[in-house]
């Protein structure tokens, strides 16, 4: 399945996503997460598209070749989205599936915009209160060591130096076993190496105060019906170990899929989209 590489003029810029599926399917918009970018995920995306979605993924602000300047915070973040679906699919709710940073955005999007949402997905990443809540795991301290990195001037060059092996090691630490094919882990580098440091600076403004807007802004319960996946060997994020289902409002559904990592949809892309659909058919169906 080809997947062409489109534009959006958007109030922050300009910009670009690849684009492909079942044209009169479900309009479905896939948001990538760090160190990452769409063509990555483009088996996923595929598989998406054979059952039954029209599927857009854009770099997202501060990867080229979508705009690289700031803010990075989460409301900044969630703009661009919102006013996507508006560019995109004014006459209909789309179907949000966020991976790590892209799921983040998506809890922030389905709170602040659940009516412009009919269902959402996110990938290796809890409910960002749950996260926050798993900081104070050692286990967990350990894994998110790089987040204090990050917020080091220097800490662009340090992801970039030795042609990407700081990068190239999270991907091996978080989904172990896992290898990018040579072409896709190149591709990645060059886009990277055009973005840096606006890829850190999402750490950074975690620490800003326009994440206490964020924190209050995610506190209300998500009013659309949403799929979490976890992968059970992942080595960056845990899944979460507590009961949270007080966050959301609407239809939860949260599985630990068994032998992938953090990468998930691209360590196994059908089988990460046959479970998508599969509980997006049970999710259409009217609630008793």
């Avoid at 389905?110 to 749950?130: G, K, N, Q, Y």
């Avoid at 990068?167 to 990277?192: M, T, V, Y």
Wanted: with cysteine; charged share 20%; proline share 9%.
């Amino acid at each position: 399945m080809e997947f062409e590489h489109v534009t959006f003029d958007l109030p922050h810029g300009t910009f670009h996503a690849l684009q492909g599926g079942d044209a009169d399917g479900q309009p479905t918009i896939f948001l990538h997460g760090f160190p990452d970018h769409p063509p990555t995920a483009k088996a996923f995306l595929a598989e998406l598209g054979h059952r039954g979605r029209y599927v857009v993924a854009p770099w997202l602000r501060g990867y080229a070749p979508s705009p690289t300047a700031g803010p990075f915070d989460f409301a900044a973040l969630t703009s661009d989205v919102l006013a996507l679906i508006d560019r995109w699919s004014p006459g209909r709710p789309v179907e949000l599936i966020g991976h790590d940073w892209g799921a983040l955005i998506t809890y922030d999007a389905c709170v602040t915009a659940p009516e412009r949402i009919e269902r959402a997905v996110t990938l290796a990443i809890p409910h960002p209160l749950t996260f926050m809540g798993r900081m104070t795991s050692p286990a967990q301290l350990r894994r998110s060591w790089y987040m204090g990195l990050f917020q080091l001037p220097g800490s662009g060059w340090i992801a970039t130096a030795r042609d990407f092996s700081l990068i190239d090691h999270l991907w091996r630490q978080w989904s172990p076993g896992f290898s990018l094919e040579p072409a896709l882990q190149k591709e990645l580098h060059e886009h990277l190496l055009a973005s840096m440091p606006a890829p850190l600076k999402f750490y950074r403004a975690m620490l800003r105060p326009g994440m206490f807007d964020a924190t209050r802004r995610m506190s209300q319960p998500i009013k659309v019906p949403l799929l979490q996946l976890h992968g059970a060997n992942d080595g960056c994020i845990l899944p979460a170990q507590v009961d949270d289902r007080h966050r959301f409002a609407a239809q939860r559904t949260n599985e630990v899929v068994p032998n992938l990592g953090h990468f998930l949809h691209i360590e196994a892309p059908e089988a990460i989209a046959k479970r998508i659909a599969a509980w997006a058919r049970l999710a259409s169906l009217p609630q008793r």
